[in-house]
């Protein structure tokens, strides 16, 4: 139970409505695929469609959460910045 609290109060709930709204459908947006943490700063979102994902269920990227995430290391912080088509 402790470890669900803790990992749920590591999510940013405003970044990651605007990532997951910004990027996605509406309706892909809902189901929330992209989890983002606390300790990620956002630069630069880039072009729309610059992010693309063909799985659409909740959590499937996590940026920045717990372990096997774009973080390195215990409570490191991480940067977004994404300039042009990529």
Do not use: C, E, H
């Not at 996605?24 to 693309?52: C, E, H, Q, T, W």
């Not at 940026?63 to 910045?81: D, H, P, V």
């Amino acid at each position: 139970m402790l470890k669900k609290v803790k990992y749920y109060s590591s999510i940013s709930l405003i970044k990651t409505l605007l990532f997951n709204f910004y990027y996605l459908r509406f309706g892909d947006a809902l189901k929330f695929p992209f989890l983002i943490g606390r300790n990620i700063k956002i630069g630069s979102m880039g072009k729309r469609n610059s992010v693309k994902l063909k799985l659409i269920r909740l959590g499937v990227v996590q940026i920045g959460i717990g372990k096997g995430s774009f973080q390195m290391g215990r409570g490191a912080y991480g940067y977004w910045n994404l300039i042009g088509d990529a």
